[in-house]
Structures are given as C-alpha cells and as structure tokens.
C-alpha cells in the first residue's frame, strides 16, 4: 500500500486510470456516469463511485464501487481471490461473509497490466473508507473489524502449520524481501552495506542493543525458535483504512462495514498479518503529527499495554488500547495468550518492515517504523529468553549530505566564547523536565507491587532515560560552560535505563523473584537520579 503526502494519486497514475477506463468502456458497451473519488487511505489503487449505464439491452446497469488495481513489487492482487473469498463461505462464517464482504458486480477486466475491479456498493450509498471516517470512531471501529476478521471470519479452529520465527516474519514479508525491491533498497541505501547486515545493532539514544529485524536467514535467532501454534485461516491480504468502508453517519453502529478488494485473500493466511497492518496504517495517519519524543512513547504502547505515553495523543492511545485488547481477547478465548502475544510481536516487526519500501513516507517516518521493527523483534526474542549482547553495530540514519559550512580564517586566536544566559536555561528546562518525568513515575513503582506495574512502564522509563540522555548530552556540548553538575546527571540516567532494561526482562520471562529485586534496584536508581538532579538544579546560575 503505497501513500502519498497529499492522498491523492499522481498525475501519471491519474492518466493510466482514465485510459483504463475509457477502454473499457468501448471493450464493453457500457458507460460511467457520475464518477466520484472515494479516499482510498492512500492505497497503491484508485477507488471511485460510479453509475454503471448498459449500452446493451436486457443487461441492467446501476451504482458500483469501482477499484483500478496496478502491479506493485509488494504484492500482486488477483482479481480471482475476491471470488475464492466469496465462494469460502461455511454455514458458521455465513453471517460475516454476507454481511461484511463487498460482493462482485461484473467480472474483472484488465487493460495495460491494470485491473477494473466492479464490485456492488458497500451499504449505503452514503459512505467513505475508514480513512475518510470521523477519527473519533476509530477506536470503537476498528476494534469491531479485527474481532470481525479474526472471529466472525474464522470460527472455527485455526490451522496450524509449523513454521520457525524467521519463517512467520518472512510468509508476512513474501516477494517484499526481494533484493530488487523498494524495501531492501531502501535499507541498504539508507541503514545497512547489506540486505541483511549484523544480527544485532546499536540505535542512536538506545540504551541497549536491538536484533536486527532483516537477519532472516539460516542461524539467526529467530531462525533458531519455532513459533508455537501459528494460527492460520480466512484473511484479506491487504487490509487498510482503504479497503474498509463504514457509514459516514457519526451514529452509525461499529458493526456497519464492510470490506473491499479481496484481491489478495487467503484461505490459510496467518491470522496475525490483517490486524497487526490495519492498526500500523491507522499509525502512519499520526505520525506527521508527533515529534520524535512522542514517537519514542508510543512504541512499548504498541507492543504491551497500556498505551499510556504522556506524548501519545488520547485518540491515538485509545485506538491502539482497543485494538490491542480485541486482539487479545481472541487469544483468552482460544486459551494461546503466550503464543497469541509472542505471535504480535512478530505481525507488527514484519508489517512495521512493509513501511520502509512504500511511496509517500519521508525517511522519519520509515526509520521510526524500522525501529519499531526492531523493538517489536527484541520483545520476541525476550519472551523466548535470548540474551541481548552488551553491544551491537552502531547504525543511524544516512540521509543527503548537508551543504558544507563555509570556511572562516581567522587571524590571530579564534575570538573566546562568551557565556549566553539561554545556554544555562536549556540545561534548566531539561532538568526540569527529567525531575517532572520520573518524579511522578518514582511514586507509581513504589505504590504497587510487581504485579500490579506494566511492563510497558518499565520499556517507557528505560525509552525515556535513554532519549533524556543523548538530549542532555547535546545540550552540554551547546553549552558555553563546563557544568559539572550536570555532567554528573548522566551516569544517573544510564544506571536507571539499565535498571529499566532488567526489569522488563524479568517480567518477560515470568521471574518474579528476580523482577522483585530489579525493581528495587530501579527505585533506588530512581532515587540516586532524582537528587542529583536536585542538587544540579540548585547549582546552575
């Protein structure tokens, strides 16, 4: 699914479907009247509603949802899987099939490589894509079509085929991990020398070393662990904000919707791909929205509850906790909350991964989602116990080289830097800021007992001591002074990061006697930070 800045298809795009269609129009003896665009969320196609009028009698036009579907290096859609879809109907899935699967029109006709897809209109006439819906039925909406893919689609027990982790990335990734495809170029042009580099890495303002969520290949980690009960059945193939249509009524129920383009369906999909890729699409709508801080927040959101990153916004939050609580709900029911988990992990590294080939993304967005990769990578391999190395190959962004500063001869000494007033009030705000994020996070660990703490909150202590770090760092570096006092701040920081870091490794690991000392060594590692920056604080002119 590529996604442009704008949203709207290129001129050149836009010239290819009006051939398409003017072909076929002659091909057919038909007309299109009343041809409207629908906001395909950004998608590869091109999606209006349009009045079919029959040139020919005995034959009856009407509204239809038309869909122009190119080739692309991620996929190839085959107009012939939206029928097979149709046609997987069982007397337990009838309800789901009849209701919430939009139905072929007339059959598919292809011109220049392009497929016109004619499919019945999605309800009533009156409706968008869920990226044209009302942001703020976005959480109530899409919780209701993942429980909708996921149970109502498939009711009865899953298939399960045995497949190792790197296996399970690599089915979700298929052709997309191509060595001539827009991801792996990418990343070599951006990341790594290669399409797959060392097996761990070393992230700037990371506290730890990540795996690198591209090492697939024959004895890697994630080639070493089977994944358990891979759950597979009935999936979409492709599901995006574009594929879903919903009523544009606000009072509309969360059950009114119903999905388009079936072009991809599989009848043994992993079950884990179609949520995991509709939540991340309803992310990148966010994203040019966040700076990096809230960014940083919102990735142990996405991989463990709660999302409750002070930086997230509410309606994002809200989406990503309801999703992630229909995900897991599915899991309690079918009693594999450990597998279920495990199997998330790995859905969101390998859709994560899909962002860094498609169009219309700036190298922000698709260095956030490879580092989301990454986390959600380190999350598995902590959950089946792998032990992290001390370090990893230093890796960072590689973007266009900066115009070079011009060179200013000096003669005599290079004039003496004078202290400014806004260098000490950035160092303020910053300890500020430090003492206003722990303090409060310092009470919360010592109210409750290990139990009763998320491992999220553990992953956002060890996230935000890391981030305040590489910023303080900065900051005195900018500074005119030597600022010892604050200097001294930087050890704190990285003692609580790491104290963060253990804590979250026993909890993936179910230790709770091990998680119950590491936590105490986080709260006096708290408590050491907290009155040195005090003691800072009070120091600075």
């Not at 299109?32 to 999606?47: C, E, R, W, Y």
């Not at 991990?177 to 700037?204: F, I, M, Q, R």
Request: net charge negative; proline share 8%.
């Amino acid at each position: 699914m590529d996604r442009s800045s704008t949203g709207a298809p290129d001129v050149s795009a836009v010239e290819a479907v009006r051939k398409a269609l003017a072909d076929w129009e002659r091909q057919t003896h038909r007309e299109l009247k009343a041809v409207t665009p629908i906001d395909a969320g950004g998608s590869g196609g091109v999606l209006v509603s349009a009045y079919v009028r029959e040139l020919d009698p005995g034959r009856q036009g009407g509204r239809m949802i038309v869909k122009m579907l190119a080739p692309s290096d991620e996929t190839v859609g085959e107009p012939g899987r939206h029928k097979a879809a149709l046609l997987a109907r069982t007397e337990w899935n009838a309800p789901f099939v009849d209701g919430h699967l939009v139905g072929l029109a007339l059959e598919p006709h292809k011109v220049d490589g392009t497929w016109v897809m004619f499919q019945l209109p999605a309800g009533d006439e009156d409706a968008v894509t869920l990226a044209g819906a009302d942001r703020r039925r976005l959480p109530h909406l899409a919780a209701r079509i993942v429980t909708g893919v996921l149970e109502g689609w498939n009711p009865e027990d899953p298939t399960v085929v045995e497949r190792t982790a790197a296996e399970f990335v690599g089915d979700i990734l298929d052709r997309r991990l191509a060595d001539e495809g827009s991801l792996l170029k990418w990343v070599t042009g951006h990341l790594l020398p290669g399409p797959s580099g060392p097996p761990w890495l070393s992230l700037p303002g990371a506290d730890r070393p990540v795996p690198n969520p591209l090492a697939l290949g024959p004895g890697t980690d994630l080639a070493r662990h089977q994944v358990a009960v891979p759950q597979r059945g009935r999936a979409h193939g492709d599901l995006h904000p574009g594929n879903i249509m919903v009523p544009r009524q606000p009072a509309a129920g969360d059950d009114d919707f119903v999905l388009i383009d079936l072009s991809r369906f599989a009848a043994d999909a992993l079950l884990a791909r179609d949520p995991a890729h509709l939540l991340l699409c309803l992310v990148a709508s966010y994203l040019p929205h966040m700076d990096d801080e809230a960014r940083a927040e919102l990735v142990p959101g996405l991989l463990r509850t709660p999302c409750d990153g002070t930086l997230v916004p509410q309606g994002l939050a809200a989406l990503v906790a309801t999703v992630h609580d229909a995900w897991s709900g599915w899991g309690e029911r079918h009693r594999i909350q450990r597998d279920w988990r495990r199997q998330w992990y790995l859905a969101l590294q390998a859709c994560a991964l899909m962002f860094l080939g498609r169009k219309g993304y700036s190298d922000r967005d698709r260095w956030w989602f490879f580092r989301l990769a990454a986390e959600a990578c380190g999350a598995y391999l902590d959950d089946v116990a792998v032990r992290r190395p001390v370090e990893g190959a230093p890796v960072s962004l590689r973007t266009a080289p900066e115009p070079a500063a011009p060179v200013v001869a000096y003669v005599g000494p290079p004039p003496a830097r004078q202290d400014t007033p806004g260098d000490d009030q950035a160092l303020r705000r910053l300890l500020l800021e430090i003492w206003g994020t722990f303090g409060p996070r310092l009470r919360e660990l010592t109210a409750a007992p290990l139990e009763q703490i998320p491992m999220a909150t553990a992953m956002a202590i060890r996230l935000r001591a890391a981030r305040f770090g590489t910023d303080l760092r900065n900051a005195l570096m900018a500074s005119a002074g030597a600022h010892q006092e604050v200097s001294d701040v930087l050890g704190p920081l990285r003692a609580v990061a790491d104290r963060a870091g253990d804590v979250e490794t026993a909890m993936a690991r179910g230790d709770a006697f091990k998680g119950r000392k590491v936590l105490g060594d986080l709260v006096d590692a708290l408590e050491e930070l907290l009155d040195t920056v005090r003691e800072a604080k009070g120091r600075l002119p």
